[in-house]
């Protein structure tokens, strides 16, 4: 069974700072993962997906990273600004004929001015 | 920017009613899910739809649960007896192709509060 973990649960910087947020996952037999930003009491805007096949993917201040054989991957947000300041949480898609995300539980990130 | 909508933003109700709760995926969509969350906990998966039947669908998803495209834009969870265990944020989400391909796009979700 996909067990999805999000390591720091929360993450307080100050403006300006480089900053890393990890997932990892037990089954390294995904087809992909999704990172999504949550803002409190809203939706789960999706920032990025990666295909298993893939090492990385880049949107704007964002670079997302699969390492897929070791079951992790990591988000890099670069310059980091107070509107960041969100949970972000990672999804995996298994593989075996599955449609369903698997959830991490999130990291909780504060940018502080 | 297409966008899933959800409606309503918050339902209350009281345990053992029904209640439907609506998404409009985007129009050029084809596979549909909804997930769950419950206060503090991890988004669940609940069910995916695609060709006007389901695909898969999670332990979580028993007789007390059904889904339904009525026509061609909403996409509809329906629960028969609502549980105090039920009350969590529902997200509805649609991709474009399967999902092992494509990204799945969230709504803004319905909290259903269960009294």
């Known amino acids: 069974k996909q067990e999805v973990t999000q390591i720091p649960a929360a993450l307080s910087v100050p403006e300006g700072e480089n900053l890393v947020l990890n997932c990892s996952f037990t089954d390294s037999a995904i087809y992909n993962l999704q990172w999504f930003r949550q803002d409190p009491g809203k939706g789960l805007t999706s920032l990025l997906l990666?295909?298993?096949?893939?090492r990385e993917q880049t949107s704007g201040r964002l670079n997302a990273s699969l390492d897929k054989s070791s079951g992790r991957s990591t988000l890099y947000i670069a310059a980091s600004q107070p509107g960041d300041s969100a949970t972000y949480l990672c999804a995996v898609l298994t593989q075996g004929g599955s449609e369903k995300l698997v959830f991490g539980k999130g990291t909780k990130l504060t940018v502080n001015p | 920017e297409p966008e899933v909508t959800q409606t309503p933003s918050h339902q209350v109700t009281q345990m053992g009613q029904e209640v439907i709760l609506r998404c409009v995926p985007i129009?050029?969509?084809?596979?549909f899910y909804w997930y769950r969350q419950i206060l503090g906990q991890k988004v669940e998966f609940l069910v995916s739809f695609y060709n006007n039947e389901i695909s898969e669908k999670s332990e979580i998803f028993d007789d007390q649960f059904s889904v339904e495209r009525p026509d061609g834009s909403n996409f509809t969870l329906k629960i028969r007896s609502t549980k105090l265990e039920d009350s969590a944020m529902y997200f509805c989400?649609?991709?474009?192709?399967?999902?092992?391909?494509?990204?799945?796009?969230f709504g803004p979700g319905t909290r259903l509060t269960v009294t």
């Open positions: 129009s050029n969509h084809l596979y």
């Open positions: 990666i295909q298993s096949s893939q």
């Open positions: 989400a649609s991709s474009e192709g399967q999902a092992t391909s494509y990204e799945q796009y």
